[in-house]
């Protein structure tokens, strides 16, 4: 990795900052770093990886202050832990925090300093094309916080929010005559499947119609309209096709399932917080779909809230996971991980349902982005954080 270093040192200290610097870099350079010192700030940016500020001593502020005009933000600052050099950085730190701008002070030992360089390094994460997802309907009636700004998310995420007239899903489901069900069937009522996957038949229609990477429905109008769920289909989309499903109109869910999708490559389950407890740090989480791909073992249900169609109940193995979502304002994100320690199978709640212990759960209360979680299968916190602080979200 090539790494630009801008020294910065008071007049008043020595040549004994050359071994300083060599303690600093020479552990660092055996780990398959290039260092090279640049004395003109023009080209400080110039054929890097990392361009990092050495502040060597106490008494430097005032130079960084000379450069800082043909400096760019973020601003990462390496200091030694002698001469007053981590004193100096940190009142370089307040003056940048008190005209908002970014920055970071680089200490600690070399195992540290290696992975958190490594970090800085990496590029940006960039969608390489315009991912469509389809709305479907509005979000449901109950979900008062889950409208978006299309032309934020567009921006932010690089995809468009297409809007598709629920009449669409109709329409196409009735021009549906036959069809093969797949050898599923056996398994539960063959007329409730044979429904359930006929819209799913007719979504796949319009995600190919309107060239869509994802879509949320707003599902529950279907229960009256065609008398099935749309469960079944959104865990085959989630699972097998290269397309995304989320119910009832929750946009903000479904841009948090689409970077599962297409940026840590995981498929992802939607669902509700139905039991808190603080004290041990367990959450109870239900819905009737999931991705089957996720599932060591499914069977089919009925849908809780109706008792018609089709629900799944998916068994997931216990393990690491992360749970984490979006506000609806595309500014504020919630992450943590944490152990899902078993599956339940019980009759007042959605059919699949999962408990994990997490680090914490205070803020799932005190703090809520909304009425469904995303949870993944490993811990991938940094990963998430690092998207979407990119884009300037805040971790509540």
């Known amino acids: 990795m090539k790494v630009n270093i801008y020294p910065i040192v008071s007049s008043l200290h020595n040549q004994r900052l050359i071994e300083e610097t060599s303690k600093l870099l020479e552990p660092l350079s055996k780990k398959g770093y290039s260092f090279t010192f640049i004395s003109d700030v023009n080209k400080f940016y110039e054929d890097a990886d990392l361009s990092l500020v050495l502040v ?29 050099s981590l004193a100096a950085s940190l009142e ?12 970071e002070v680089l200490h600690g030992d070399i195992s540290y300093l290696d992975r958190r360089m490594k970090d800085l390094a990496k590029k940006p994460i960039e969608i390489e094309t315009t991912y469509r997802l389809g709305v479907i309907g509005h979000p449901s009636d109950w979900l008062i916080s889950s409208d978006v ?33 797949p050898s599923f069937a056996s398994s539960f009522d063959t007329d409730e499947l044979s429904k359930a996957y006929r819209l799913y038949l007719a979504l796949k229609n319009i995600k190919d119609k309107h060239q869509l990477a994802g879509l949320t429905i707003r599902c529950f109008d279907l229960l009256s309209s065609l008398k099935t769920t749309a469960c079944l289909a959104l865990a085959i989309f989630n ?39 603080v004290d041990h740090n367990l959450i109870t989480l239900a819905h ?16 809780f809230e109706s008792g018609i169609g089709v629900g799944i109940h998916g068994e997931i193995k216990e393990g690491d996971v992360t749970l984490f979502r979006i506000n609806a304002d595309l500014n504020e994100l919630f992450v943590e991980e944490g152990y899902l320690e078993k599956d339940l199978y019980e009759k007042h709640l959605c059919r699949t349902q999962v408990v994990l212990k997490l680090h914490s759960l205070d803020k799932l209360l005190k703090e809520s982005l909304g009425n469904h ?12 954080v690092k998207y979407f602080t990119e884009r300037g979200f805040k971790v509540i």
């Open 149 to 181: 700004d299309y032309d934020k998310a567009s921006k932010l995420f690089s995809i468009k929010l297409v809007d598709i007239d629920i009449k669409e899903v109709e329409e196409e489901y009735n021009s549906i005559k036959e069809f093969i069900l």
């Open 288 to 303: 009737c779909t999931l991705p089957l791909s996720m599932c060591s073992s499914y069977t089919f249900d009925t849908h």
């Open 56 to 84: 060597q001593s106490g008494g430097s502020e005032n130079l960084f202050l000379q450069a800082f005009g043909k400096l760019k933000e973020p601003y990462y600052l390496l200091t030694y832990g002698t001469n007053n």
């Open 92 to 103: 370089i730190m307040a003056f940048l925090k008190r005209h908002h701008l970014k920055g």
């Open 373 to 384: 979680e995303i949870m993944i299968i490993g811990h991938h916190k940094e990963e998430i």
């Open 239 to 277: 699972s097998q096709e290269d397309c995304l499903g989320t119910c009832e109109g929750d946009i903000p869910s479904m841009l948090s399932m689409f970077v599962s999708k297409y940026i840590l490559k995981l498929p992802s389950f939607q669902c509700n917080p139905s039991r808190i407890d």
